[in-house]
């Protein structure tokens, strides 16, 4: 064996990967060459010296404790992560079946009050009057009441109730059992939406710590219904074709054409949708999206119509306070990948003193736009900060676990370029 | 650690730790936390940052418990996670790169360095130590698990996701390198 042959053996020789024949055949080579000896030598030197210090045994002593109390405090264990949340699920079921039930309870005594009293006067003897005041659970009444006659079973409707009331209130009851019965709707669907995702109640616990207690209702109301953000449509989305529904005040749409939404280039995506994209791209975004929501869907899509409609529409629009949050504007721009001009809004946003959980999350997000321009050395500092100010940032370990895969990924060239 | 439990294979006690037996866990953390620490060192190059990953790595792994698959060799991906937390959780510098400070270099964990070795040692290590900063962050795991681990090409092949082959060649690159960066080699 040769010298060449021996050094491309060599480090799998160090290392005690050779087979036995080929070992044989460099220790006769290096017991005769000084040269790959020294080579050798080399690669022993090296290895050794990348060793690590030790902490010590006090360090040990305690470090046991310190990860489960850290694992204590993260309250996130395997039985949390994975077994908790069919708890949850059930707490959150619960959460929402006791308001159908009272909502279900409501509807009976609308329909059984409003509408059947009038046409069905009272007798002179009410039998019912023996009936407890109290309540009755609504699927008693409506299991009693159903084979009886109408007004017998309610005669405390009719009784304090002016008899002449006739077919109008009765209308206006009919009437109102059509909001009643709707308003049934929501609760259930909302569970099947937390049934959807297990993770979003994670979510929504994040969301919690930082949102106002009015603003996610006003999300979800927002999301559920963009026409009642109260964003005055752009004189460009005015224009909508003869006889079709009015354009709705936030999205500049018909409600219900996704097509024609998606013909205008997704400026006026719901957002609903919106959210779900940026949540996709933002990987810190997982836990923001919400209160993104919470915060600015009429600003966002009031953002993208500005690039439509142009300054005069924007002269006749009044700008709600959110809609020129930079913080909106920041999370706008990310979701079209404009990382700079991202990057620059967030610190325009960060400098305009948000509150503790706000700035807590907008720092990880600026860490996120910096990372994704590969400006890793600035997200670290930045991260850095977030330590220092927030420590056990919840937003921050999350963004930690995914930030590998966010350094990952190809660095867009801007378009300018 | 109860005896019962130190005899246990990884991979037992971390089902076990999976259904809620903390004794479980606390012995697996017991087993692997200097190799954790000393993983999440060569990482991060200096000791706060090595800390937080080696608790960081724990909890991490505390939590994906439940979705361990007890067939999978439990240190392999144990040592995946320590590296991934160890270039995370750096605080400053450029991530995945090892922040070297004057006074971090590593102490050589070899045994009994004869007395010319301690006279070059300081300087050396702090040569290897920036040689070691210097590589890519693939080139500096193999490296790591192989000089500072002593595993196996086929263990490191495990815990990186790759080929042994690609072990080898990432190994022997990472060498020379490290060998041009020291200087003063055959």
């Not at chain 1, 590969?374 to 370990?397: C, G, H, K, M, N």
Request: glycine share 8%; aromatic share 4%; with cysteine.
């Amino acid at each position: 064996m040769d010298c060449r042959e021996t050094q491309t053996l060599l480090a799998a020789f160090h290392d005690g990967e050779l087979p036995a024949v080929d070992r044989a055949r460099v220790e006769d080579h290096l017991r005769g060459c000084l040269e790959c000896g020294a080579l050798l030598a080399d690669l022993a030197r090296a290895d050794r010296s990348a060793g690590v210090p030790d902490p010590g045994p006090a360090y040990w002593d305690r470090f046991n404790a310190r990860v489960m109390d850290r694992i204590d405090r993260e309250a996130d264990g395997p039985g949390v992560a994975v077994l908790r949340p069919k708890h949850g699920w059930m707490r959150q079921q619960l959460r929402y079946l006791v308001p159908a039930a009272a909502a279900a309870a409501l509807v009976v005594v609308v329909v059984r009050y409003g509408g059947m009293g009038p046409v069905a006067p009272a007798p002179a003897v009410p039998p019912a009057v023996s009936e407890p005041a109290a309540p009755v659970s609504a699927g008693q009444r409506t299991a009693k009441a159903e084979p009886e006659s109408d007004g017998q079973g309610w005669p405390s409707a009719g009784a304090g109730r002016d008899a002449t009331d006739s077919v109008a209130p009765a209308r206006a009851a009919k009437e109102a059992e059509s909001p009643a019965v709707a308003r049934r709707v929501p609760p259930p669907a909302i569970a099947d939406e937390r049934l959807a995702t297990v993770t979003r109640e994670e979510r929504d616990r994040l969301a919690d710590r930082s949102l106002p207690a009015g603003s996610k209702e006003a999300s979800r109301d927002r999301a559920a219904a963009p026409a009642a953000s109260g964003v005055p449509p752009p004189a460009s989305f005015q224009r909508a074709p003869d006889g079709s529904p009015p354009v709705t005040a936030a999205d500049g749409m018909p409600p219900g054409s996704p097509a024609e939404r998606k013909k205008m280039g997704g400026a006026a995506a719901p957002m609903a949708e919106r959210q779900a994209a940026d949540m996709a791209k933002s990987a810190s975004g997982m836990m923001m999206a919400k209160e993104q929501a919470a915060e600015a869907p009429s600003a966002d899509s009031l953002g993208k119509t500005r690039s439509k409609a142009g300054p005069a529409s924007l002269a006749s629009a009044p700008a709600p306070a959110p809609a020129a949050s930079p913080c909106e504007l920041a999370r706008t721009l990310a979701a079209r990948e404009r990382w700079k001009a991202a990057e620059d809004s967030q610190r325009a946003c960060l400098a305009g003193d948000p509150d503790a959980p706000a700035r807590e999350k907008g720092l990880v997000f600026l860490a996120e736009l910096l990372d994704r321009q590969a400006r890793f050395a600035e997200a670290d500092a930045v991260i850095a900060e977030v330590d220092r100010t927030f420590p056990q940032s919840r937003p921050l370990d999350l963004y930690r676990q995914q930030r590998p895969m966010v350094q990952r990924q190809p660095v867009p060239v801007p378009g300018t370029r | 650690m109860s005896a019962d439990l130190e005899a246990e294979k990884d991979e037992r006690l971390a089902a076990l730790a999976a259904g809620g037996d903390r004794g479980a866990f606390d012995a697996l953390v017991t087993r692997h936390r200097q190799a954790v620490y000393r993983l999440c060192w060569s990482a991060t190059g200096n000791a706060a940052d090595a800390d937080d990953a080696a608790q960081e790595t724990f909890v991490r792994v505390y939590r994906s418990l439940p979705s361990y698959d007890p067939g999978r060799p439990f240190g392999p991906w144990l040592r995946k996670v320590a590296w991934n937390c160890g270039l995370s959780v750096r605080r400053d510098g450029i991530a995945g790169v090892p922040r070297v400070a004057e006074g971090d270099a590593p102490e050589a964990v070899d045994t009994a360095p004869g007395p010319e070795e301690a006279a070059a040692g300081n300087e050396e290590r702090r040569r290897v130590a920036g040689a070691m900063a210097g590589l890519p962050a693939d080139l500096r795991m193999v490296m790591v698990l192989r000089a500072v681990e002593g595993l196996s090409y086929a263990e490191i092949a495990l815990a990186a996701g790759i080929p042994a082959g690609t072990v080898m060649s990432r190994l022997s690159r990472a060498r020379t390198r490290l060998l041009a960066a020291l200087g003063g080699g055959s």
